[in-house]
């Protein structure tokens, strides 16, 4: 009977090729990813596997996550999951589409376990599991029982709702249905689905051998890189929870300081004089508003203009190949993190060609970023063509804003935290959110030092900045064995001069 149960479940709409399995020692088959393209959709999917039961009274075993040794495979997903003694699995293909089926011992409920892609990039675990709640409590009595917006499941950040609705008849008992959603890679969803017509009392039971069998999940793509991975996101989460305003404002330059710093090659004579200059930059950072990011005056600010949080503006100039390049940064972040803005001017001249031709014209472009919450879109505008705007998909777990990505060096100085930190981030090469790696290590040689190596992205070359023991930077050494390093104004001025180097 329970099996006829699954199997009716998960053909009600075609006639599938089943397959059936015991859930002891058996690899379930490979299954393919389903697209859906609303919200919507997901929500009529996830409703065609209401499961057709009978109530029943019988005894359950008083060790209510009492677990099988052997854990189940499902190769599409490539997870494992532990089931509760006497629980059965069965998995069955419809079309291009397979889901698996696990009927709970006892009659207590069936849990339909599924990947779901989405073509929607934007469209978040949260906000799926959300949708389909206020669908299923379109139903006549619907009522919410419960709600985890923040579900843990090993390394993978989930959301849990709880629905009940009336029985099918006034004497019938009513219909539990639970869903759990998590964010399993980009544009695709891993999906529990619960479902169990019983007593508040047998629910209950129920909801504990579901949630048991989440909780067991585990994802063969852990490898040892992952792993990695996933101890990196750890880290860099726990110094994030640690930092404080005074943190903060311990790397800060402040609103009226500032660091210059000179970007070089340094010469085999090491003099300065011989050294191949390529250009050089101002940083400053402070806690101030979020109406600094323009130029409004601070009467006109809005309520909006005067949130507080962290700004980090970089005004640099860049000499390569003739070409110049002059470009001005300015990032904030909310004091949470919750919402970043920024904008990237950049001015492009090429000093080969003869002045006044239209080839010695400058070319402007700009890079304007904003993000609230798990929606981010990046508007680029590059000379006269038409802007463009993309939305990159950010990670539930482990993003840094673009305010924290320029400060996270300096941070780990000040803690004086020795590890490696993973996190993602905007990267403006590729116009997307990539892997980041921080890798903070003293060296032997000078124990009073901390080197950081970062990787913007899996492909992108290192860079190593060098702290001294109050947390100041050094020097950071670039791949290609260029150099920058903090100068004084008045020395940076003088050298550039004496080269006849511009400097306007």
């Known amino acids: 009977m329970l099996r006829m149960n699954i199997r009716e479940q998960l053909s009600r709409n075609k006639t599938p090729t089943t397959t059936t399995k015991s859930a002891r020692n058996e690899m379930l088959r490979p ?35 009492e677990m099988e040794i052997d854990p189940i495979t499902i190769d599409s997903i490539g997870l494992t999951l532990n089931l509760p003694k006497g629980a059965q699995a069965e998995t069955v293909r419809i079309g291009t589409s397979t889901s698996t089926g696990i009927a709970l011992p006892a009659d207590l409920g069936t849990i339909i376990v599924k990947e779901q892609r989405t073509t929607n990039a934007e469209l978040t675990s949260l906000e799926a599991a959300q949708s389909i709640r206020d669908q299923l409590l379109k139903a006549p009595g619907a009522e919410l029982i419960s709600e985890q917006p923040a579900l843990r499941a090993g390394i993978w950040t989930g959301h849990r709702i709880y629905v009940r609705v009336p029985g099918r008849t006034q004497s019938a008992p009513p219909i539990y249905r639970g869903i759990t959603i998590f964010g399993h890679k980009p544009n695709t969803f891993l999906v529990y689905d619960y479902t169990v017509e019983a007593s508040d009392e047998r629910f209950e039971i129920g909801r504990v051998m579901y949630e048991t069998t989440i909780a067991s999940m585990d994802l063969q793509e852990m490898s040892s890189e992952t792993l990695k991975r996933a101890a990196g996101f750890q880290a860099m ?35 300065d004089m011989d050294a191949t200059e390529h250009g050089y930059r101002r940083v400053r950072s402070w806690s101030g508003y979020k109406g600094e990011l323009g130029t409004k005056a601070r009467e006109n600010w809005s309520s909006d203009d005067r949130k507080l949080g962290y700004l980090v503006q970089i005004d640099s100039m860049a000499l390569d190949s003739g070409m110049r390049i002059d ?45 609230i919450g798990g929606k981010l879109s990046i508007t680029a505008v590059d000379g006269a063509a038409a802007p463009t705007t993309v939305s990159p998909f950010i990670p539930e777990e482990g993003y840094i804003t673009q305010v924290q990505s320029y400060l996270i060096g300096s941070l780990i100085a000040h803690k004086q935290i020795q590890g490696d930190f993973a996190s993602y981030a905007y990267n403006p090469i590729s116009n997307s959110v990539t892997l980041r790696w921080d890798i903070a290590e003293q060296p032997p040689q000078a124990p009073g030092l901390l080197n950081i190596t970062t990787k913007s992205s899996p492909d992108s070359p290192p860079s190593t900045t060098q702290f001294n023991a109050k947390g100041e930077i050094m020097r950071v050494r670039l791949s290609n064995k260029r150099l920058w390093e903090p100068i004084t104004l008045d020395r940076l001025l003088s050298l550039w001069k004496r080269k006849g180097l511009p400097l306007q």
């Open 31 to 65: 299954s393919h990813q389903l697209r859906f393209f609303s919200v919507l959709s997901f929500v009529c999917l996830l409703s065609t596997l209401t499961i057709a039961q009978t109530p029943t009274n019988e005894p359950v075993s008083a060790d209510l996550t």
């Open 327 to 371: 470009s001005r940064a300015i990032f904030y972040m909310s004091l949470d993190g919750e919402e970043e803005y920024w904008t990237i001017k950049m001015t492009l001249k090429d000093e080969n060609q003869p002045k006044g031709s239209r080839a010695a014209e400058p070319r402007v472009s700009s890079v304007t970023g904003a993000r």
């Open 237 to 271: 989460q726990s110094l994030l929870n640690q930092l404080t305003i005074d943190d903060y404002d311990a790397v800060l330059t402040g609103k009226n300081g500032e660091r210059w710093e000179r970007l070089y090659t340094p010469a085999v004579s090491g003099d």
